[in-house]
């Protein structure tokens, strides 16, 4: 399997890239095929000092990048000639078998959407991010692709998690729940009672009903559908709070001698504790919709980051998602 | 000061709402006007022991109970005799100077809506509670009473929560911001773009421009102002992630004898944290824009929370936010 990746997308590039794609092709034996200005990609490497591992990589030239502050249509317009749409190409030219970023979510939704396509039926690629929830995780779709959104595309945000949980999740008969303000079928505004109207009519899915936010850290379903407006907020919020907390704890156990001895016996479970809390855990989110495979990687990414998130674009480009997401959606539409 | 209390109103109704009445009586200096079933209150009393406390409250009678099932304007209709539509009425009399409910929101922002009445110019009435940040407390408005909001009614909140946040809580220009997907003005939906160019035009606030959802609970501003809708999902999920991840930690810190021992050391710092990330803290939170003090109880809350909340009620009634509230729309009018 060949991944495409953005050498200059994110907050770290191409530094950080450069390393979790080395460790990505030695531990998950996975080929790279890395989008950026070849001379500066050189540059860096030599300056890592892994020159070599370079070398077994490929190279596509691209002059330009993308920046945070593009407009998400530059990847089409002024930007046309930048890494990630250079990527995004060459993906759907078949040169690699995925194409994985760091960069402007807005440009890489635009991109997918453009440049890869959607697939036949899908009315708008979703950003699905994996959070933790106690004992697992959930998806959250939409995670901010689709700021306005109409009921059948709620429907088909939770028809593609229910894939990809299933398939590259491996839970069984995932549970798809719409965010609402209520358990209740009446509650919320229009988009969500046509949404749960909809979804009650929907086969070959497990619509579990309405689940409110109290309810997702704790198993409240495995796919959790929402607008990406109110998915983004929803997101990041859970991310801060997490951090926030998390920092705060940290805060009460380096305070003081007798803390820190606590926190010295406590350290190893501790640990654990915020690896199941670190998002950075999965390193990315698919974006789901496209023909063919269109991964996130988390802007902040460092290499260990990019590594999982190349690990999570090699899994789902392996699963065949794609097909199935086809295959549901069409049924859907007979 | 006297606060009209709904007597039947959330989980633990009647007993935790008249152990909490009792307590703030005693130390909060505020007579209590209880509404209710006389019978079934006394009967109550009498069980909790605290007959003699009780025999300190008016009690006025209302023979029904509007549950959390009940559709909101039930209050209006045929739950028009219960605790919680008998005590707001009794508030839009001048019998008591506040009303204070763990019942059904929804029926709490109706009657507050249609039995108070809102302040002149006061577009809706907004559930505003405070959640806790890095270093203090911002207001999250609105939290839930209106799933539908047009550009002119954020404004409005971020105005009320304003004065709330300087007149109730003591912050000096408190930072209006407009939960958005981004920090650029032209960010989010057309709601956002519209309310963002709103707020801009917006004299007598201190808009800081829009907030994202990682921000808040890192002090990105002092009133977070969102539709009612994002802002119930945002609240519940608040809650729900950071109880979750105490429960995890306190899983962590009670599983084996080392992890106890270690719990033990640092038991009153943790403690101080828990105390901070708590919700029930405040205990409650203003309808704000209604033409007299209405506020909300945790629908938990049991006796300390149900006294927390009671303190909130008499600042807020103190404070004179009211008439406030009324000279900034006013202003904001003409």
Do not use: W
């Not at 070849?38 to 920046?67: T, W, Y």
Request: some cysteine; proline content about 3%; charged content about 25%.
């Amino acid at each position: 399997m060949k991944i495409i990746v953005d050498g200059f997308g994110g907050d770290n590039a191409p530094g950080e890239i450069l390393l979790g794609c080395a460790q990505a092709m030695e531990e998950l034996g996975v080929g790279i095929l890395l989008a950026g200005d070849k001379d500066r990609l050189e540059a860096a490497g030599k300056e890592l000092g892994i020159g070599d591992k370079l070398a077994k990589m490929e190279i596509l030239p691209a002059g330009q990048v993308l920046s945070m502050e593009d407009e998400p249509t530059s990847v089409i317009k002024d930007k046309a000639d930048s890494s990630m749409a250079v990527g995004l190409r060459a993906l759907a030219e078949g040169k690699g078998d995925a194409f994985a970023s760091a960069g402007n979510s807005g440009a890489l939704v635009v991109g997918a959407t453009t440049l890869v396509k959607r697939i036949h039926g899908v009315k708008r690629v979703t950003f699905a991010p994996i959070l933790p929830k106690a004992g697992g995780f959930f998806m959250l779709t939409d995670g901010g692709a689709n700021v306005d959104c109409r009921p059948e595309m709620l429907v088909q945000f939770g028809l593609m998690g229910s894939v990809y949980m299933e398939k590259v999740m491996g839970i069984r008969n995932p549970r798809v729940g719409l965010c609402n303000v209520g358990n209740e079928a009446h509650k919320g505004d229009d988009l969500r009672k046509q949404a749960h109207a909809l979804f009650q009519e929907c086969k070959g899915i497990n619509f579990t009903g309405n689940v409110e936010g109290r309810e997702l850290p704790y198993d409240g379903c495995d796919v959790a559908v929402t607008d990406g407006f109110t998915g983004n907020m929803m997101l990041k919020l859970y991310e801060g709070v997490a951090l926030a907390l998390m920092d705060q704890i940290k805060g009460v156990l380096t305070s003081g001698l007798k803390n820190k001895l606590a926190a010295a016996m406590v350290y190893s479970d501790m640990k654990k504790l915020k690896k199941h809390m670190d998002y950075n855990e999965y390193g990315g989110a698919p974006i789901m919709g496209a023909k063919k495979p269109v991964l996130k990687i988390h802007g902040s990414a460092k290499a260990a980051t990019v590594k999982n998130a190349l690990r999570l674009t090699r899994d789902y480009t392996r699963s065949g998602i794609i097909a199935d997401i086809a295959e549901a959606v069409g049924k859907k539409q007979e």
